[in-house]
């Protein structure tokens, strides 16, 4: 299993950006779909975007389309959730989550390794 720490939250206003970063160690790297999930109080978990590490396919939920851009550094084995023009409603916590089973898909179930998470708090 991958062992994954994430990095980068932080508080901002709306239209503001911040990139976070999901650090991975362990031998699964190359193999791996990495996710970001997230979870506001009081909501159920949401997949936000996730990439297969090999060769880069990615997806994201439609909130976040247009948004966010998640992209790689396999030489630093880490990935990274660029989020632009931020929104109150994304406020939450960020995990980083790592999937052996090579399909890009954002369910939870798929991913077996899980970061402690970051905090994102849009506000005015």
């Known amino acids: 299993q991958l062992q994954l720490m994430e990095s980068g939250g932080d508080s901002v206003h709306p239209g503001g950006s911040l990139r976070l970063s999901c650090a991975a160690s362990?031998?699964?790297?190359?193999?791996?779909?990495i996710a970001w999930f997230r979870q506001a109080p009081g909501k159920e978990r949401e997949g936000v975007s996730c990439?297969?590490?090999?060769?880069?396919?990615?997806i994201y939920a439609p909130s976040v389309q247009g948004r966010f851009t998640i992209s790689r550094d396999n030489a630093k084995t880490t990935v990274y959730l660029e989020m632009n023009n931020l929104e109150p409603e994304d406020t939450a916590i960020y995990y980083c989550?790592?999937?052996?089973?090579?399909?890009?898909?954002?369910?939870?179930?798929?991913?077996?390794?899980w970061g402690q998470g970051t905090q994102v708090t849009v506000s005015a």
């Open positions: 989550a790592a999937s052996a089973t090579g399909l890009v898909q954002l369910v939870a179930p798929l991913f077996s390794s």
């Open positions: 990439i297969r590490t090999s060769d880069g396919e990615v």
């Open positions: 362990g031998q699964r790297y190359a193999t791996s779909v």
